[in-house]
Structure formats: structure tokens, C-alpha cells
């Protein structure tokens, strides 16, 4: 698997999120026990991943992924999967443990989510930066930066 790297994001001056993008096929994705969701363009729900069986997928060529968002907690690596101009785009970013209870630049998000059979919450991360912001006196401002899935509250 060839990876693209990603200049990492500056979101303070103390803070960069570790990102690789994959713009090759979903095979690609490293082998984990993934908890999170794909779905097709041809489906009204997604297919759920709960973490307990190796990831694959199997091809479909009268379909493509519309989203994805897998998160493996082992290793702490979110990949999210989106089509769009189409192609196929995968994102993966690694989280550092701290940043999952919330620190000075993230923040814990939950939300509903819509034909999920049995999944009350998805869960995400957001990354936050400092900007200066003219409407504000020129003060510095929290900006949302990031979204990345962490999972699920079942």
C-alpha cells in the first residue's frame, strides 16, 4: 500500500494531528478489529462494524462507500471514507490517549444517530485551535478544526 503523507496539521503551537491519506482502494485499509460503519450507495442503512471480527470488505462494483468512519481502539487510528468529485478518499488519522478524555484542544462529542439499528450514540472527537478573530477585538478564539470518530454508545 502506497501512502500519501499529509503535512500535519498545526492547530497550536504545541499541538499537530498525525495524518496520512490512502486514495487508493478500500482493501488498502490495515487489518483491525474496527468498530464503526460503511455504507454503500446502493443501501438505506449502513453495514455496522462492532469490533469483534477482522475488517474486510468484499468488492462490489455496482457500488461505491457514500461514508465510512472506522475506529480501531488498539491502536487509537480513525479512518473515514467519503466519495466525493468522484473518487474515493480515506482519511486515517491516530489519536493520542490523552486526547480522548479531552484536553485543552479536543473536546468529547456524542450524537444520534439515523438508521443505526442498535446504536444510541456515535462518537467523536473534536480538535480545536486558537484563531484571531476581527469581530471579536482581535482576540484569540476557539475554531473548530476537526471531526474524527471514536466509536460507538450502544
Known amino acids: 500500500m502506497e501512502v500519501a503523507p499529509i503535512e500535519a496539521m498545526e492547530f497550536s503551537q504545541t499541538h499537530k494531528i498525525h495524518l496520512t491519506m490512502n486514495c487508493n482502494k478500500i482493501q488498502d485499509i490495515k487489518k483491525a478489529r474496527y468498530e464503526g460503519y460503511l455504507w454503500f450507495s446502493d443501501q438505506t442503512s449502513p453495514i455496522i462494524y462492532n469490533g469483534d471480527t477482522d475488517f ?49 484542544y479536543t473536546t468529547v462529542e456524542n450524537y444520534i444517530p439515523h438508521r443505526f439499528p442498535g446504536i444510541k450514540q456515535l462518537s467523536f472527537l473534536r480538535y480545536w485551535h486558537l484563531v484571531v478573530d476581527d469581530l471579536c477585538e482581535g482576540f484569540e478564539v476557539l475554531s473548530p478544526q476537526k471531526l474524527i470518530f471514536i466509536g460507538f454508545k450502544k
Open 56 to 104: 474486510e470488505v468484499e468488492e462490489r462494483p455496482e457500488a461505491f462507500i457514500v461514508e465510512g468512519m472506522l475506529w480501531d481502539s488498539s491502536s487509537h487510528t480513525s479512518v473515514r471514507i467519503d466519495y466525493h468529485d468522484g473518487q474515493q478518499h480515506i482519511y486515517e488519522t491516530i489519536v493520542k490517549p490523552e486526547e480522548l478524555d479531552g484536553c485543552d
